[in-house]
């Protein structure tokens, strides 16, 4: 299987930051980031699975109101949360999406549950709240997610009537010009892969919009044979270009390595959508790459059991 | 671009058909499938883009009591209809996917609409009804879709308590032991591809369920530059396997043609998840091919322009 050792990655969104922001947020992004590293590796050598490692890296992204998923989730235009995450486990190609679900704090718990469960890989909306409460996971309330900064920051997509922040290119960048997705991608001391994302979507967006974070080869991916993806963006740029099965068959079909896939993958978005976003990718020898084609993705990683590197 | 005939493609699920079964509704199907390809060739030749006729073609599918999609849409566990529908224009990769919408005729249509806008690819549940009811799409009442025939079928689904039927390889073939969905790819006479999928998912789905069919790279995938899917079959294993971006990806990074690349993909569906059901693709040169795992298909394809063939 190649290194015996372990790798990780986490990202927490991709975007424009602009100097007043990396200043006012860097260095929580950079404590955050590292935090979650630090659990995952671990985890990690103490034997947890690839899988296992992933789920409990975005259960704390999701918990930190930093991130856009979760607790930290964005409000969309009836301002409300509805949060979408998927798990994908590269041993076997199981896997577990959740869309629209709503007053649960960890989405990416109760896509694990699907996961593991021998039926549909994917609910949506009432269809996935029923399945958490038959799983008894805990509801919370309203107060949990309405942040004041994301309240302020629908009252501002919806004065300017976007459903996503000014970070297209030759906007200006703007405080909140991010998106927000989280994600995690890992190889276990055993060489196995496994992705997991989850996010709470764009700013005012429309009721029932499914971004790619829930979609299988989309937003997350991983195969024992090729390789782990995380991605974050724009999501429907990611969707057309179903752009993580993409990057694991560059893998599969072409023999690239995570560096070669992602740069492969990246020169595909923007060539065939002008895709805006970033991807994470360990590859099945554990080598870690990352691509964005925004100014800045909050990221880090561990590659081969080494020190850890965060970059916003 | 190659040959400068038309190409199209449509099918009406996968399945085992048992001889009764064959007997009872061989000729009904043929004759249907004959019809949507009879209707196809006139638009396609009169000029029509590859984008229209496969919506056109889906809406017939779609309003034939025979297919599981539209009218003829199967029950879920409620007793309800919760359709998925998803159209991608190969020009451009714009899609459009809906999934668990209820009471309407044609979900293709609402799916075309959100393709066409330049606002999210994927709507699920209730907000896909908002875009319906402002469309002006026109809602049809319960008794359009509880045919005796499915109210039949999900009885006999609860009693067994599964929530598809037996198909599995090894069980016997039943009577209702086909995976409804259809699908229509085509390629016009300008080169252009698109692909249009749509169902009523698995009798005695779980409320919520979304399968293959809404997802883009799973259930649908079209691109002028490799090919145009459309998948048919037990959901998971297509959206584990993402099958029809691998079917594109053989094509754009192995070179392979429209045959190739399905038997390329489901030795893969095979391989990896043991997946049951088929799929049909054009390539970019109008090249037509159909694989399946399933003991039957309902299909049938002009290539090039030529007869119609109609395979159950």
């Known amino acids: 299987m190649g290194d015996r050792r372990f790798s990780l990655m986490v990202h927490?969104?991709?975007?424009?930051?602009?100097?007043?922001?990396?200043?006012?947020?860097?260095?929580?992004?950079?404590?955050?980031?590292?935090?979650?590293?630090?659990?995952?590796?671990?985890?990690?050598?103490?034997?947890?699975?690839?899988?296992?490692?992933?789920?409990?890296?975005?259960?704390?992204?999701?918990?930190?109101?930093?991130?856009?998923?979760?607790?930290?989730?964005?409000?969309n235009e009836v301002g409300a949360v509805e949060m979408d995450a998927a798990i994908m486990d590269g041993r076997n190609l199981a896997a577990g999406a959740v869309a629209g679900v709503h007053h649960l704090a960890n989405p990416v718990v109760l896509a694990s549950r699907l996961m593991r469960d021998d039926g549909p890989v994917m609910l949506a909306g009432e269809g996935a709240m029923r399945l958490a409460a038959r799983c008894g996971l805990t509801q919370v309330g309203d107060d949990y997610f309405r942040l004041p900064e994301r309240l302020a920051q629908l009252e501002q997509a919806r004065a300017k009537q976007t459903t996503?922040?000014?970070?297209?290119?030759?906007?200006?960048?703007?405080?909140?010009?991010?998106?927000?997705?989280?994600?995690?991608?890992?190889?276990?001391?055993?060489?196995?892969?496994?992705?997991?994302?989850?996010?709470?979507g764009m700013v005012n967006k429309r009721v029932g919009r499914v971004g790619d974070s829930p979609l299988i080869g989309a937003g997350v991916y991983a195969d024992d044979e090729t390789c782990a993806v995380s991605s974050t963006g724009?999501?429907?740029?990611?969707?057309?270009?179903?752009?993580?099965?993409?990057?694991?068959?560059?893998?599969?079909?072409?023999?690239?390595?995570?560096?070669?896939?992602?740069?492969?993958?990246?020169?595909?978005?923007?060539?065939?959508?002008?895709?805006?976003?970033?991807?994470?990718?360990?590859?099945?020898?554990?080598?870690?790459?990352?691509?964005?084609?925004?100014?800045?993705?909050?990221?880090?990683?561990?590659?081969?059991?080494?020190?850890?590197?965060?970059?916003?």
């Open 12 to 75: 927490g969104g991709a975007g424009t930051l602009d100097d007043a922001q990396q200043r006012a947020k860097g260095d929580a992004w950079r404590t955050a980031i590292g935090t979650v590293l630090a659990h995952g590796r671990r985890l990690l050598t103490d034997g947890a699975s690839a899988v296992e490692v992933v789920e409990s890296c975005v259960v704390l992204l999701e918990d930190d109101p930093l991130f856009n998923a979760g607790r930290g989730s964005v409000l």
């Open 164 to 200: 996503m922040l000014d970070h297209i290119a030759g906007a200006p960048a703007a405080e909140t010009g991010k998106y927000g997705t989280v994600g995690a991608v890992a190889r276990d001391l055993k060489g196995h892969l496994a992705a997991a994302t989850s996010t709470g």
């Open 234 to 312: 724009h999501g429907e740029d990611f969707m057309r270009c179903v752009i993580a099965k993409t990057i694991a068959d560059y893998v599969d079909m072409r023999g690239m390595d995570a560096r070669q896939a992602v740069d492969a993958g990246i020169a595909y978005l923007v060539r065939r959508v002008q895709g805006l976003g970033g991807v994470i990718v360990i590859d099945r020898h554990g080598n870690c790459a990352s691509g964005f084609t925004t100014r800045n993705m909050i990221h880090g990683w561990i590659e081969h059991g080494g020190d850890a590197t965060v970059r916003l």
